[in-house]
């Protein structure tokens, strides 16, 4: 049968992710998955791949990581809006031990930071951005324009950004409590009594998860607020009793409005 000097070219099933790219979503995914869920450097990657029979190079697998970055911008841009157009933001820093090529001659690793900006309706959009310092600009220009509420711990590097004063500034209670745990080899029965204040704060907070937002506030207003209250005369009472470079001394220093 003669097929009248015409090839027929079947359609892809798919728009392929990279143009002429020798890998589809599901490779992909798999690399993406694998790099930032499980923390498989490409070097061990590429020696999984070797014992499946298949040859795919780090350098390849860097340069499909890049344009897949690229292509979801769009989705990273929209969930930054979803989360700066909230009425409240956590934010936090972790340090990010990274290489780079010509600097890192003697194989020592660099430290850099992932900012994580949690908010949101619900909280429910979570962004991260790697950045190669611990400097306030940072998360001054991922806010900027940003004007209700900011949660983090007490590092000076958010005192750029609170410096906007339509920003109100949040604390947070876990990292308080740090200080007090700290304090237990020093100064035992202080560091207890301020825990025991913060555990009713707790079994608060407990109680009350699965209420509604404005349940929540309810509560917290009549009950939540006398027991800060409570801390923070706590706090100015016992100054005089700690070191003065203890961590105790330290929470009152700050003189935080609790």
Known sequence: MSCKGQVVTAKRSEIPVIKKGACDVSLLAYIITSKFQDHLPFYRLENIFKRCGVDIARSSMCRWLA????????????????????????ADETPLKYLVKGISKTGKALTGYIWTYLGGIHKQYVAYEFKIN????????????YSNYL???????????????KIKHLYCMAHARRYFEQSL??????????????????????AIKDLTDKEKFDI?????LPILDKLQEWLIQDRPDVIPKSSIAMISDNNIDL
């Open 67 to 90: 344009e897949c970055a690229q292509q979801l911008k769009v989705i990273y841009d929209l969930i930054k809006d979803r989360i700066t157009s909230g009425d409240s933001i956590q």
């Open 134 to 145: 611990r400097k306030g600009i940072n998360p001054s220009t991922f806010l900027s324009g």
């Open 151 to 165: 949660q983090t711990n007490a590092y000076t590097g958010y005192n750029m950004v609170v410096a906007n004063e």
């Open 185 to 206: 080899n020093n100064h035992q029965a202080l560091a207890n009594e301020a825990l025991d204040i913060i555990a009713e704060l707790y079994k608060i907070e407990n």
């Open 220 to 224: 917290r207003q009549k009950e939540s």
